[in-house]
C-alpha cells in the first residue's frame, strides 16, 4: 500500500489558553473559541474576528503586542484510524513555535523551533493501534516564556534591539527590526497531516546533481524508515526494499529522454546512493546566461513485488557550482561559477514578504520573483533575520534562473551556544540543508548574518566573557552539517567575511562586503572610497509609494513629522538620516513639505544606489558581486526596499533595472581606489575606430537617467570619464557627449568609440572640451550610447540654476490583455530634469512603467501608465503627480 497524505485544512478553532490573559487583550476573549486559517497563525484569526486591529495601519503595533505574551490552543477532531495500515503518523511541516502536541490528552510530541519539520507517532500510547476519531490539540506556548528560560541559563547576549530574538529558534524579525513591526506570532505556519503507510517510507531524499563532461550526473542520497510491524522473513528479518530513480526530461533536437537506476536494500540497510546519469544533459543557468531547463525525477521505494511503497516527485535542473576564493594579488576575491562561467551577480537581499508569514503564498511569491526579474535581477539573498522560505520559493527562482544565496537564521546577535539551542540548530541545520538540495538554484549557504562583524566592532566579548556566542556554530558546525548532507553547495562562515578569523571580517579587500558606513555616517559619494570583492549588502532608505503609505497613515493633514509617517519609520535616527541624506544635494525641507519630501527622498535614494552600483560594476572583476538592500517589505514602512508592501513599485526599482542591464553606461570621476591597490577597471579597454552616430528623438525602455553622483560639495573641474559594463559578450557601439547648459544649449559634443572584443569593462577619456565643465551650476554632461544614457550633475543640484522646465503632455488610452489604462508622451521644449509619474496619487490601481528621466530640449518619452482612465488625465497632468525637480527645489 502506497503511503497516504490527509493534510488538516479545516474545522480548527483557536482558543487563549491558561488561567491569565495579558494586559491589553479584548474584552470577552477568555475561553472564546474562533474559527482558525491552518496553515496560518493566530493574528490572522484575530484580525478576521475583529479582536486585532490590523498592526500594520497607523501605530496599532503597540495595541496589539499582547497577542505575543499569550498561550494559544488549536484544536479539531482527527481520525486516526490506520485503515489498514501499520503506522500513522502526526506530520507537522512547521510549528510557530513552543508547543505540545497530545490526543485525547495524551502529549505525543512538543516543539521549540519554528525552522524545522516535525513527524510524531499517532497510535495509541497505550501500545496499541488508535482507531476513529480524537481530538487533536496543539498548545503553544508564549514564544516570550520559553525565551525567558533560555536566557535565564544563557546569560545575557548581545544585540541591536531589546527583544528575546537570540533564545528561541523563531522568525527573528518578528520582534521587530529595522524596517519591521514587532508582532510575535504562533501557530501552525505550515500544513499540517495525517500520514498512513506500512512497511518503510522514504525518510528523506537529496539529489544532489552534477555535469561531468557533458553528463549530468543525480546522485540521490536515500534514507528509508521502516515501520517494524511488517512480517518477517524466515531468518527473522525485515524483507529486501528496491529503489528506483527515474530521471526524464528534454534532449538538445527537441526530444525527450528518460534515464532509470534501481537499487536494494538490504534488511541491515536504511540509507543508499542510487546514482543516474543523462547523457547530453541540458544544463540549467541563472537567467541571462542560457535556459532553465530541469528534469522530473521520481523515487519510488518499492517491495520486492514491485508494490510501491511511498514515492517522491519533484523537478531538478543539472549545472555545476563553485566559489573561487582564493588568494590574488589583492586579496581574495568572491566569484560564484556555474557550468563553469563566472557570474556577474546584480542581487537584492530577501526578507520575509510579511510579518504574518504564513499569508506569503505562491502566488505572492511569484509576483515578487518575477518582479526581481524584470529589474534584471539574478540572485536572492535569502537573509538570516527571516525563515527558511518556502518550497514554492525555491520552485519559482529554479523557474525563473535566480540564484540563491541562503543563510542560515542567524541575525546581527551573539546566540546561546548550549542546550536546549545547540540541538535545534542542529536539527533545523540538517532537515533544511536536505529539503533544499533538490533546487540548482540554490548555490550558497551562509553561516550568519554580520554576527562575526558585530562581535568584533561592538565590542561583545566584554558583555560575553568566555561564554560561547555562537562562533563554534558557524566554523565548525554548520559547515560539517553542510558538507555531510550536502558538499555540493559552497558554505561560507559569515557575510560580511574576509575568508580568516585574523583578517577584519568586514575587509572590502576580502571575500564578502557591507558596506553601511554610507547611509549611517557618510554620504553616498564615499561608495566610491573603495571597490570591495563583493558586495552582499548596502542600501539607501525612502518612503514605500505614495498610495501605500496613505492606506496605512491616516494622518491628516500628512507631515514629515506626524505621528503615524515617524511610527513607520524604524531605524535609528532614521528621520533625521533622510534629512541628512537630502541635505547636500537638495537641501533641507519643512516637515510640512511632505510633497516635495517624499519625491525628494525616492530622488535621493535612487542616486545614492546608483553611485555605488555603477563604481562597483564597473570594476569587474574586482568586484564581481552587488546584492541591493532590499526587494520587499512586510508593511509600510520607510525602508531601503525597492518594492513596498503592497507591491508597488519605488523609483528604485526601475532604476535598477538600468544599472542591472547588461550593458551599464556610467560617466564617473577619474579616481584612483582607496584599499587594495590600483583602481584600475578589469575586463578590456581597448581603443577602437571612430564611428558617427546619429540624433537621438526618443529614449528607449531603459533609458533611466540617473547615472551622476558628483560629490555634494564639489566644484567643476574634476575629469570625468566615460566607462561601459558589458556581462555577456563584447560590445561595438560609439558614445555621443555633449556638454550643455541648464537652458539647452550644446556648448561642447563629440563621438567617441566604445569597444569591447569580449565582455569587460571599456573606459572611454574624454577631452576637455566635455569633461571639463566652466560654470558647474549651469551646466550637465550627457552621454548617450545606443538607447542608453548617463547624465553628470557637477555640482548639488539645490545650487544649479535650474530653468523652469516647460514640456507638453498627450495621453491616449490603451487596451490589452494585461488591462486598461493611458499611454502617456511627454515632449520637452526645454531641459526637463527628473520628471517623475506618480499615478497611485490618482487611482489605487495606478502604476507607471519608468522612474525619474532627464530630456533634453526636442527629446520625447513615453509612459505606460496602467489602472487610469480618460477621466484621471486632468489630475494626472498636475503636480504632485507629475512633478520635475526644478518645481520640487523651487518651494
Known amino acids: 500500500m502506497t503511503l497516504e497524505r490527509e493534510e488538516l485544512r479545516d474545522d480548527w478553532t483557536v482558543t487563549i489558553a491558561g488561567d491569565g490573559v495579558p494586559a491589553g487583550a479584548p474584552t470577552g476573549i477568555s475561553g472564546r473559541a474562533i474559527r482558525a486559517t ?80 516535525y513527524r510524531f507517532d499517532a497510535r495509541d500510547q497505550t501500545g496499541g493501534v488508535g482507531r476513529g476519531s480524537k481530538t487533536l490539540e496543539i498548545l503553544f506556548e508564549s514564544p516570550y516564556r520559553e525565551a525567558g528560560r533560555v536566557a535565564a541559563k544563557a546569560g545575557s547576549m548581545p544585540g541591536p534591539y531589546d527583544e528575546p530574538f537570540p533564545y528561541i529558534r523563531k522568525m527573528a524579525s518578528n520582534f521587530g527590526w529595522d524596517w519591521g513591526l514587532t508582532a510575535v506570532t504562533s501557530g501552525p505556519w505550515r500544513p499540517v497531516a495525517i500520514e498512513r503507510w506500512s512497511t518503510a517510507r522514504l525518510r528523506d531524499v537529496r539529489p544532489l546533481v552534477d555535469v561531468e563532461a557533458g553528463e549530468g550526473v543525480l546522485d540521490a542520497h536515500i534514507t528509508v524508515e521502516r515501520s517494524g510491524m511488517n512480517d518477517l522473513d524466515q531468518d527473522g528479518e525485515d524483507d529486501d526494499l528496491v529503489l528506483v530513480v ?75 557550482t563553485r566559489v573561487v576564493t582564493a588568494s590574488d594579488d589583492i586579496g581574495k576575491p568572491f566569484v560564484i561559477h556555474v557550468n563553469g562561467t563566472p557570474i556577474d551577480v546584480r542581487g537584492v537581499n530577501w526578507i520575509p514578504d510579511d510579518v504574518i508569514v504564513s499569508r506569503v503564498d505562491r502566488a505572492r511569491v511569484l509576483t515578487r520573483l518575477q518582479a526581481a526579474v524584470d529589474l534584471n535581477v539574478n540572485l536572492m539573498r535569502v537573509w538570516g533575520g527571516g525563515v527558511y522560505e518556502s518550497n514554492d520559493f525555491y520552485d519559482v527562482c529554479d523557474e525563473l534562473g535566480l540564484l540563491v544565496w541562503q543563510d542560515f537564521p542567524f541575525a546581527c546577535a551573539a546566540y546561546p551556544e548550549g542546550e536546549p539551542i545547540r540541538s535545534e540548530v542542529i536539527a533545523e541545520a540538517r532537515d533544511n540543508v536536505a529539503r533544499l538540495s533538490r533546487h540548482p538554484s540554490l548555490v550558497v549557504w551562509n553561516g550568519n548574518n554580520e554576527n562575526i562583524w558585530l562581535h568584533g566592532v561592538d565590542n561583545w566579548g566584554d558583555e560575553l566573557g568566555d561564554r560561547g556566542w555562537g562562533l563554534d556554530y558557524y566554523l565548525d558546525l554548520l559547515p560539517t552539517i553542510v558538507d555531510a548532507v550536502d558538499p555540493s553547495r559552497f558554505y561560507t562562515v559569515a557575510s560580511p567575511w574576509s575568508g580568516d578569523e585574523a583578517l577584519f571580517a568586514n575587509d572590502p579587500d576580502h571575500e564578502t562586503h557591507h558596506s553601511w558606513d554610507v547611509w549611517n555616517r557618510l554620504s553616498d559619494e564615499h561608495y566610491r572610497d573603495s571597490v570591495p570583492r563583493f558586495v552582499s549588502e548596502f542600501g539607501w532608505q525612502a518612503p514605500p509609494a505614495w ?76 568586484n564581481t558581486g552587488v546584492v541591493v538592500w532590499q526587494l520587499n517589505d512586510l508593511w509600510s514602512v520607510s525602508s531601503w526596499s525597492a518594492i513596498d508592501s503592497a507591491g508597488r513599485l519605488k523609483p528604485l526599482a526601475h532604476e535598477l533595472r538600468r544599472l542591472y542591464d547588461d550593458v551599464l553606461l556610467t560617466i564617473r570621476p577619474v579616481t584612483s581606489v582607496a584599499s587594495g591597490g590600483s ?91 566635455v569633461g571639463v565643465v566652466d560654470d558647474p551650476a549651469n551646466e550637465l554632461v550627457v552621454a548617450d550610447m545606443d538607447w542608453r544614457r548617463a547624465v553628470w550633475t557637477p555640482a548639488p543640484d539645490q545650487d544649479m540654476r535650474w530653468e523652469p522646465a516647460r514640456y507638453r503632455t498627450t495621453f491616449t488610452p490603451f487596451s490589452t490583455e494585461d488591462g486598461d489604462g493611458l499611454d502617456l508622451v511627454v515632449e520637452a521644449d526645454s531641459l526637463v530634469r ?9 487611482a489605487p490601481g495606478g502604476t507607471v512603467d519608468r522612474g525619474f528621466m532627464t530630456l533634453l530640449p526636442g527629446e520625447r518619452v513615453a509612459f505606460r501608465l496602467h489602472g487610469v482612465t480618460e477621466a484621471d488625465v486632468p489630475a494626472l497632468r498636475e503636480a504632485p503627480v507629475l512633478w520635475t525637480l526644478d518645481r520640487v527645489l523651487d518651494r
Open 679 to 769: 583602481g584600475q577597471p578589469g575586463g578590456a579597454d581597448h581603443p577602437a575606430s571612430s564611428a558617427a552616430v546619429g540624433e537621438t528623438a526618443e529614449l528607449g525602455d531603459l533609458a533611466q537617467t540617473l547615472s551622476f553622483g558628483v560629490s555634494p560639495g564639489a566644484s567643476g573641474g574634476s575629469p570625468i570619464e566615460v566607462a561601459v559594463r558589458s556581462t555577456r559578450t563584447g560590445h561595438d557601439s560609439v558614445v555621443r557627449v555633449r556638454r550643455i547648459t541648464l537652458a539647452g544649449t550644446v556648448l561642447a559634443e563629440v563621438t567617441l568609440p566604445v569597444h569591447l572584443s569580449a565582455a569587460g569593462v571599456a573606459v572611454v577619456a574624454l577631452p576637455e572640451s
Open 246 to 320: 527515474t530521471v526524464s526530461g528534454g534532449t538538445a533536437d527537441g526530444g525527450t529522454t528518460r534515464q532509470r537506476s534501481r537499487a536494494q536494500l538490504t534488511p541491515k540497510d536504511d540509507e543508499t546512493v542510487v546514482t543516474v546519469r543523462v547523457p547530453e544533459v541540458q544544463r540549467w543557468w541563472p537567467r541571462g546566461y542560457g535556459a532553465q531547463d530541469r528534469y522530473d525525477v521520481v523515487v519510488e521505494l518499492q517491495t520486492v513485488d514491485g508494490e510501491v511503497l511511498d514515492r517522491s516527485t519533484f523537478r531538478t535542473g543539472f549545472r555545476s
Open 547 to 622: 498610495r501605500t503609505l496613505r492606506e496605512a497613515v491616516t494622518d491628516a493633514p500628512l507631515r514629515v513629522d506626524s505621528p503615524g509617517v515617524v511610527h513607520h519609520q524604524k531605524a535609528t535616527d532614521g528621520m533625521a538620516k533622510l534629512a541628512r541624506g537630502i541635505a547636500p544635494r537638495f537641501g533641507s525641507v519643512d516637515p510640512a513639505a511632505f510633497d516635495a519630501w517624499h519625491y525628494l527622498t525616492q530622488l535621493q535614494q535612487a542616486r545614492a544606489i546608483a553611485t555605488g552600483v555603477e563604481h562597483w560594476r564597473t570594476h569587474w572583476p574586482r
Open 834 to 842: 527628473d520628471l517623475l509619474v506618480q499615478p497611485d496619487r490618482v
Open 38 to 117: 491552518v496553515p496560518g497563525q493566530v493574528h490572522t484569526d484575530l484580525e478576521r474576528e475583529g479582536l486585532l486591529a490590523d498592526p500594520t495601519l497607523d501605530r496599532n503595533e503597540d495595541a496589539g503586542k499582547w497577542v505575543g505574551r499569550a498561550d494559544w490552543s488549536y484544536q479539531r477532531t482527527v481520525d486516526v484510524d490506520p485503515r489498514g495500515f501499520e503506522r500513522v503518523d502526526l506530520v507537522c511541516d512547521g510549528l510557530d513555535t513552543v508547543a505540545e502536541l497530545s490526543l485525547d490528552g495524551v502529549v505525543v510530541g512538543t516543539t521549540r523551533n519554528m525552522h524545522r519539520r
